[in-house]
């Protein structure tokens, strides 16, 4: 895992080229957008998903959580793409490993499931928006706001022409003055390479490195 110090509204923060963001002085480890269930529920309507897909994911969340040994875990928002599958309930499990973990779900679009689910879960708070220290945590971000946000949603890439003319597209985190957005934590998603912000850093991610473009 390769890691990098930035400087976010005042404050430290790391990230990482496995898409999570830790704020080292409230021991916080932040991801967005791991749509657990979404290659099952893929596979549900006849799409020849790998089931491995996701379990890549869950063994990096988990390998995170060991590395961290955060106390609490914030994901902003689309933790969950379709309920009451394998996948979900592996969760759980790893949840269960880290009994002192408080895990908060900030609520994104894909996460209309009822409470009992989460509950089941062994996520600790179900939220629309949160403020820790002057930082909001929302799922979608803010184009103005009156704090620094952190988001997810939109699962941020840049695309980068090579010399055999072909693109590379890189997932990224995206840090302006007021915001930064964060990679999706899934490896299953899409990339949004079109909407390019402006007076922004843009920290782009693969399994050898960052690189600041």
């Not at 509204?9 to 963001?21: E, G, P, V, Y």
């Not at 021991?27 to 549900?44: A, N, P, V």
């Not at 971000?141 to 072909?166: C, E, F, N, R």
Request: with cysteine; proline share 4%; hydrophobic share 45%.
């Amino acid at each position: 895992m390769i890691e990098q110090e930035i400087l976010f509204a005042d404050k430290r923060w790391i990230i990482s080229n496995q898409r999570t963001l830790y704020w080292p002085d409230r021991e916080i480890l932040i991801l967005s957008d791991l749509h657990l269930g979404k290659s099952q529920h893929f596979r549900k309507n006849g799409l020849a998903i790998p089931s491995l897909v996701h379990q890549r994911d869950l063994i990096r969340l988990e390998r995170q959580l060991e590395h961290y040994k955060p106390k609490q875990l914030i994901v902003v928002g689309d933790l969950i793409h379709a309920a009451a599958n394998a996948e979900v309930q592996q969760l759980s499990g790893i949840i269960g490993c880290f009994p002192d973990l408080k895990t908060t779900l900030i609520k994104g679009n894909h996460d209309r499931h009822k409470a009992m689910v989460f509950e089941q879960l062994g996520i600790d708070e179900v939220v629309d928006f949160l403020e820790i220290d002057g930082i909001a945590f929302v799922h979608q971000p803010i184009v103005k706001a009156d704090v620094a946000v952190i988001s997810g949603h939109i699962h941020p890439g840049i695309a980068l022409t090579m010399t055999t003319k072909k693109q590379l597209r890189l997932p990224c985190f995206v840090v302006q003055p007021q915001q930064l957005i964060l990679p999706a934590f899934s490896l299953f998603t899409g990339l949004d390479t079109q909407n390019q912000l402006k007076n922004a850093v843009y920290y782009g991610l693969d399994e050898e490195g960052i690189f600041i473009l």
